[in-house]
């Protein structure tokens, strides 16, 4: 009873999602389609913070190389959907084995201050690499992919559900990962890292593939929005990006993966709308994220669950 419960307000969710479009505006439909985008980005970044228990601050780099691969391929070699796609995960990739291997070798405050390092250095490549990335003018003009259907994805509906698409695949890649054995043992990795070497598990590898995969995930959500935005810069990379992605994730709820695909439409909706009446939308975001950790530390989910729980009638007891 209560799993089919928890599963119900996701299903409404995907319902409206899927229902809304047509009958909203184009900004709107703009707002979605980066809140979905973006909640690729921050589930790549749950594996993380909620599976393993590691604060990134440099995890915009593989967004950043998932759409820097969309504007080189796409704009100066006239590659396909498919090369792109590969290019922009496998970049992704190989960016994260490589960090992950100098990332891992700190934990706790110092892994959180390599990673900002190593964000920072992908963030210069991309500002002083000018002959590679443009620097500061950005890569403009990406097109939008054409895979041969019956409707153009230049229009905003038909990217709009191709994003979905890619988020709802995203999702299902993720949920399986987390939900299989190798997924059990990267919490069992975040909760006691001597028992699960006690047990007989390489502690270290665990933690290096679940960087890996997290990476790769982001570079794909960094194609869609390359795709999307049709202009990449060094701005993808940037330090607020990756503050976001973590806003996200402990604002939706830390190892849930549906909590910070919630976050990322929190955090766009706020950003977007709230701009548009204050230049100091930035304080009410810290206000909501201080918030959050004050009164509902596990995010939204983790107080929707725990609300849900303490409306379950307690069960009756046996009559003498």
């Not at 054409?146 to 990217?159: E, T």
């Not at 806003?247 to 909706?269: D, E, S």
């Not at 930035?282 to 409306?311: D, F, H, K, Q």
Request: proline residues 4%; hydrophobic residues 55%.
């Amino acid at each position: 009873m209560i799993a089919g419960r928890g599963l119900l307000a996701p299903l409404l969710v995907l319902a409206v999602l899927l229902a809304a479009p047509p009958f909203v505006s184009s900004y709107v439909l703009t707002l979605l389609t980066q809140s979905v985008i973006y909640a690729i980005a921050a589930m790549s970044l749950d594996v993380l913070l909620g599976y393993l228990g590691l604060a990134s601050l440099g995890h915009a780099a593989y967004l950043g190389v998932g759409a820097y691969s969309v504007g080189i391929l796409a704009t100066r070699h006239g590659a396909g959907f498919g090369t792109i796609l590969l290019a922009g995960i496998g970049f992704a990739l190989v960016l994260a084995a490589v960090f992950g291997l100098l990332a891992l070798r700190a934990t706790g405050v110092y892994f959180l201050m390599i990673t900002l390092a190593l964000g920072m250095v992908a963030w210069g490549l991309a500002y002083r690499w000018v002959s590679l990335t443009q620097g500061d003018n950005g890569i403009s003009g990406v097109p939008r992919p054409d895979l041969s259907l019956p409707w153009s994805l230049g229009d905003a509906i038909p990217f709009y559900y191709f994003a979905l698409a890619g988020f709802l695949l995203a999702l299902g890649v993720l949920w399986v990962i987390v939900h299989s054995p190798f997924g059990k043992s990267l919490v069992g990795v975040r909760e006691s890292e001597t028992r699960m070497r006690t047990l007989g598990y390489h502690v270290w590898l665990h933690k290096y593939l679940g960087f890996v995969i997290s990476g790769g995930v982001a570079g794909f959500g960094g194609v869609l929005w390359a795709y999307y935005n049709g202009f990449v810069s060094p701005a993808d990379l940037e330090l607020s990006t990756s503050v976001e992605l973590l806003l996200m994730v402990a604002l939706g709820g830390r190892g849930t993966l549906l909590g910070p695909a919630l976050g990322a439409g929190i955090i766009v909706l706020l950003k977007n709308l709230v701009s548009v009446y204050t230049h100091r939308w930035l304080l009410i975001l810290g206000a909501a994220y201080i918030g959050t950790i004050l009164y509902a530390p596990e995010g939204v989910v983790g107080a929707m669950r725990r609300v849900s729980a303490n409306a379950e009638p307690a069960p009756a007891r046996p009559e003498a």
